[in-house]
Structure formats: C-alpha cells, structure tokens
C-alpha cells in the first residue's frame, strides 16, 4: 500500500484515543457515524464542483479533503485501506459490468 495512505491510516487509529477537544478526527469520532457521513458528502459535492469548474488544483485539494473523510469512515467501521486496495485488486481485469453483474445482492 501507498506509505501515505499507510500513515494516515496509523495517525487515524492513534486520534481513537485522543479527546475531541484536541483532535479534529477525534472529534468526529465522538459526534459518530452520522456526522462523518456528512462530512463525506459535503467534500463529494466540493470535489464535483471542483470538476465542473475545471480548476485542477482545488479538484485535487477536494479531493485529498475527500478521501481523508472517507478514510476516517474506514477507521471508525474497523477497516482499513488494505481492504478497499483488496477489492480493487480483485476486480483489476473484470469488465465493469461483468463484475456488477457478479455482485451479491
């Protein structure tokens, strides 16, 4: 896996036993599930209006803010990036509608 993707991981599972007053992630930690949800799909908007702007560099910045809330979601359900990176790997060479179509339902 990425080293950084790797470190972020890390530092994710380190703010689990920080106070909320002190780390930003840990406080999303303690507002919960709902809150981190949010905050995903307040950058999801961000980064496709990024894209509809055409400005690569603040698409680039939301979406770094993106997948950094998305990773944060993965630590607080116990998973880590090796996971998506697993299921990446597994369908690399699967058409995309082949491996729709094989999905469970």
């Given at each position: 896996?990425?080293?950084?993707?790797?470190?972020?991981?890390?530092?994710?599972?380190?703010?689990k036993q920080q106070?909320?007053?002190?780390?930003?992630?840990?406080?999303?930690?303690?507002?919960?599930?709902?809150?981190?949800?949010?905050?995903?799909?307040?950058?999801?908007?961000?980064?496709?209006?990024?894209?509809?702007?055409?400005?690569?560099?603040?698409?680039?910045?939301?979406m770094a803010d993106?997948?950094?809330?998305?990773?944060?979601?993965?630590?607080?359900?116990?998973?880590?990036?090796?996971?998506?990176?697993?299921?990446?790997?597994?369908?690399?060479?699967?058409?995309?509608?082949?491996?729709?179509a094989g999905r469970?339902?």
């Open positions: 896996m990425n080293d950084t993707l790797s470190q972020l991981a890390e530092v994710l599972e380190q703010r106070t909320a007053d002190k780390s930003y992630v840990a406080s999303l930690y303690s507002k919960g599930l709902d809150t981190i949800l949010k905050k995903i799909g307040e950058e999801a908007t961000e980064t496709v209006i990024a894209a509809k702007g055409d400005d690569k560099s603040q698409i680039v910045y939301e993106l997948w950094f809330h998305c990773m944060v979601l993965l630590a607080q359900q116990e998973l880590h990036p090796d996971d998506v990176l697993a299921e990446l790997q597994r369908r690399f060479g699967l058409s995309g509608l082949e491996e729709k469970k339902s």
